[in-house]
């Protein structure tokens, strides 16, 4: 599909070949988190690995993981986990295409604003607070609470 042929980001996460493996991915971690964490089970711990890392490699995959998770969890201590930790990391060095797409997603879908909304100021780049700023419903430090978490 072309780049710019998608209404927004969950369209495109969802077009991706992997994504049925990144929503049953999901829902085993959003599971994990809601039984407490602790250790990662050793048969779920690839897929905790890839969820948390794959940001360095490919950030196209780590904001589908969080948007696929927004779509699918009413769980506000999970999405914040997602918020905090792929989202974040892609803000950290994005190009300026990839910042580009969050602030259109960011301009289109409240409970996208409410996700960046958790990234710290301190943990970002300062060209990704620049644009995220005026999207964020909290301060630089600080994290929406989960009772203001909009609805899919």
């Known amino acids: 599909m072309n780049e ?14 992997d994504a049925d493996q990144m929503r049953r991915q999901l829902l085993a971690y959003a599971d994990h988190h809601t039984q407490g964490a ?3 089970p050793d048969k779920l711990a690839g897929d905790f690995e890839e969820i948390i ?17 927004a779509s699918q969890s009413d769980d506000a201590g999970f999405l914040g986990l997602m918020a905090c930790g792929n989202l974040e990391d892609v803000l950290r060095d994005p ?8 602030v259109v997603e960011a301009r289109k879908s409240a409970r996208f604003r409410w996700l960046l909304s958790h990234p710290f100021r301190t943990a970002i780049a300062e ?12 301060g630089p430090h600080e994290e929406p609470s989960g009772a ?4 899919r």
């Open 148 to 151: 203001m978490l909009p609805p």
């Open 95 to 102: 190009s300026p295409h990839f910042l580009d797409r969050i």
């Open 38 to 40: 602790g250790d990662w």
């Open 127 to 138: 060209r990704s607070w620049e644009a995220i700023e005026k999207f964020r419903m909290t």
């Open 53 to 69: 890392s794959c940001h360095a490699g490919d950030p196209d995959k780590a904001l589908a993981y969080v948007v696929i998770a």
């Open 4 to 17: 710019n042929a998608y209404l927004d980001e969950l369209e495109r996460a969802l077009a991706r070949p």
